[in-house]
């Protein structure tokens, strides 16, 4: 393998899951690599090698890696120095992986060498590797003491073919599999806790989710559109991309109000937001809904209103956070870093058309008559009740106000 001369940072990038499928793993990979792409800046390149693949920073790397981080597939990151394979080029970068870390600590600072010779024609074994390294580093850092055991410092030297990788971070990364290798959903979006994460879990398991968020203007204010739009600016990064739609909820909504029984209200809503997404769902080709719902969580959450729910429409509706407890989802929530937009202030349809005391056990047939009676037709077109907006994997808004498959 021809061997670069120079000194590159580069961030190697660890894949988990997808390297065991094996008949799909060329196209695992393919789309892996696509997906970082797409969240990396202009210019930054990926190179696929036995298992592994290498990002050549350009520009901050920090950046980088906050950006790969949100990658599904990716199990763990760490920023490399690579060197070409000679002995003096690898013992500097070791000095200066091992000095880089040392200077970041204030008081005593100890390391251990993990080396691994994976190009076996190299001249040390990998123990060679650990004390030769491992006794340069002592003898040029001040301060340095070796702990093989709970070390501040693990420097991982690794001897490829094409090169020496020196490395002194790992980064987790979110494991899962790449979006876009398990097909596509639709997600029902609303601006509190608990649907952004029900829609990030699918995302892990390889799906590329789509948004539809139900508003009622003007019952429902700017403020409500925002944050569903943050919310999914902010998933974007981890779905190589996210199309939110907006759909008009206000006429269905006034006559729900108007016409079924305040206590079945809540349970035609959720059905009639189902449906509606059912139809957009078909008319995007997409063959399953994601919701954030949790058993017994709220009224219209037990398992009766789940039944009653889940009758409205053929589709399947994939509830990944039904066996969680809230506290479980804000955790998650506040790792990826949607939670601080799902507490802003707002108007959500659901509090404010929602009854006082749900029906937490209604029955299908009753939940029927209230639907038949309040007559809840969608027009022919589902497109006049929804219009939509396309963020890049970088989170940046693409397309605004129509379907953005024009
Ligand atoms: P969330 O925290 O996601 O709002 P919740 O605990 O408030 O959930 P509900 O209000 O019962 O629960 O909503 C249940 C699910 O219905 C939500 O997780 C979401 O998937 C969907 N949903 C509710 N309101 C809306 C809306 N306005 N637009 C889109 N989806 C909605
Ligand atoms: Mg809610």
């Known amino acids: 393998m021809q061997q670069d001369a120079r000194t590159e940072n580069v961030i190697l990038v660890r894949f988990g899951e997808i390297a065991l499928k094996k008949q799909n793993r060329g196209e695992f990979e393919r789309r892996l690599v696509h997906n970082m792409k797409n969240v990396l800046p202009q210019g930054a390149k990926v ?3 036995s298992g592994r693949m290498y990002v050549t920073a350009v520009g901050n790397e920090e950046e980088l890696l906050s950006r790969l981080r949100r990658v ?7 920023p490399a120095l690579r060197v070409p394979v000679d002995d003096e080029r690898i013992a500097a970068a070791a000095l200066q992986v091992a000095e880089a870390a040392a200077g970041e600590s204030d008081g005593e600072f100890t390391f ?3 080396a691994r010779r994976a190009d076996k024609t190299y001249h040390r074994t990998s123990p060679d590797i650990n004390q030769w390294l491992g006794a340069h580093v002592l003898r040029n850092v001040p301060g340095l003491s070796v702990d093989l055991h709970e070390p501040d410092l693990r420097l991982q030297a690794e001897i490829r073919p094409d090169g020496a990788y020196l490395m002194g971070r790992v980064v987790q990364g979110p494991g899962g599999l790449p979006v876009g290798s398990s097909g596509r959903a639709l997600a029902l979006l609303s601006g509190g806790i608990d649907s952004p994460v029900a829609a990030w879990y699918m995302m892990k398991r390889g799906l590329k989710m789509e948004a539809v968020h139900f508003h009622t203007p003007p019952f429902t204010g700017p403020r409500a559109q925002k944050k569903a739009e943050d919310l999914a600016a902010r998933l974007a990064p981890s779905n190589d991309g996210m199309v939110l739609h907006l759909f008009h909820f206000t006429s269905l909504q006034e ?3 108007r016409n079924c029984p305040e206590r079945l209200s809540l349970s035609v809503m959720r059905r009639t937001m189902l449906r509606a997404a ?10 399953a809904l994601v919701t954030g719902e949790s058993l017994g969580q709220v009224a219209s959450q037990t398992l009766e209103n789940l039944i009653v729910t889940n009758a409205s429409v053929d589709m399947p509706v994939l509830r990944p956070l039904v066996g969680l407890d809230k506290d479980e989802v804000v955790q998650r929530a506040r790792s990826i870093e949607t939670y601080d937009i799902s507490i802003r202030p707002h108007e959500d349809c659901c509090t404010l058309f929602v009854p006082a005391h ?5 029955s299908l047939p009753e939940v029927l008559r209230a639907e038949d009676n309040a007559a809840l037709n969608f027009p022919e077109n589902p497109e006049e ?6 963020f890049d ?3 940046d808004l693409r397309h605004n106000g129509a379907d953005p498959r024009r």
């Open 112 to 114: 251990k060498i993990e």
């Open 255 to 257: 006559k729900i109000s």
């Open 278 to 287: 059912e139809r957009l769902a078909q008319h995007r080709g997409i063959g």
């Open 72 to 78: 599904f597939g990716i199990v763990s990151l760490s």
């Open 385 to 390: 009740m929804f219009m939509s907006l396309e």
């Open 393 to 395: 994997a970088r989170g």
């Open 358 to 362: 749900p029906k937490t056990r209604p």
């Open 47 to 49: 190179r696929r090698e």
